[in-house]
């Protein structure tokens, strides 16, 4: 059994990305996996501060929920990372967590976390920035030495008001395709 793990970088609890990360991880259980989901809007995870004390100590000095986050994203197999586009970019949740994540790994953990792991990104947005998300989440990814599979469109999707992303054939069969593929991937790399 895999676990696949869906990070929701809205903080509006309820919307479209949610949604549609939702639908991700209904195609992954449908393929064998066991599905988790964090809200970054219920999880609070501050910037990062570059002070450097993790490198000495392995331990964050941030009282927050951070490292249970980053636990969480350690212990999955599969990996969805999902945030709409504010203005042109990620929200400041998402890249608080990117930020932390990824150097916490880095200097705390050698760069080793998250190696081998099968991961890949969905963007949303009302009209533009859909890009601009999914690229920056996928260039964490792959700094991080996650392996994303290959779907045949790209996991974004169009929406505005919350339940708008529902509308969108396109965006939901994409996403449930990543779901699928990132599922049956980690399953083969467990075999």
């Known amino acids: 059994?895999?676990?696949?793990?869906?990070?929701?970088?809205?903080p509006r609890k309820g919307g479209n990305t949610e949604l549609i990360v939702e639908n991700a991880l209904k195609s992954a259980r449908e393929a064998g996996a066991e599905t988790d989901?964090?809200?970054?809007?219920?999880?609070?995870?501050?910037?990062?501060?570059?002070?450097?004390?993790?490198?000495?100590?392995?331990?964050?000095?941030?009282?927050?929920?951070?490292?249970?986050?980053?636990?969480?994203?350690a212990k999955a197999d599969g990996i969805i990372m999902a945030s709409p586009s504010y203005f042109e970019s990620m929200t400041p949740q998402m890249k608080a967590l990117i930020d932390r994540t990824g150097y916490y790994n880095s200097v705390a953990r050698g760069r080793t976390t998250f190696d081998g792991k099968v991961a890949g990104a969905i963007s949303i947005a009302r009209r533009t920035g859909l890009a601009n998300v999914w690229t920056q989440q996928l260039l964490f990814i792959l700094?991080?030495?996650?392996?994303?599979?290959?779907?045949?469109?790209?996991?974004?999707?169009?929406?505005?008001?919350p339940g708008d992303v529902l509308k969108d054939e396109e965006g939901m069969r994409a996403s449930s395709d990543l779901?699928?593929?990132?599922?049956?991937?980690?399953?083969?790399?467990?075999e």
């Open 143 to 161: 700094s991080q030495k996650m392996i994303v599979p290959g779907i045949t469109s790209y996991a974004n999707a169009v929406g505005s008001a």
């Open 179 to 190: 779901g699928k593929a990132i599922a049956e991937l980690a399953l083969r790399l467990k």
């Open 1 to 10: 059994m895999v676990l696949v793990l869906g990070i929701v970088g809205s």
């Open 37 to 73: 989901l964090i809200l970054l809007s219920e999880n609070k995870v501050e910037p990062c501060r570059a002070c450097d004390a993790c490198s000495k100590t392995g331990e964050c000095v941030i009282k927050d929920d951070f490292m249970h986050v980053f636990n969480r994203m």
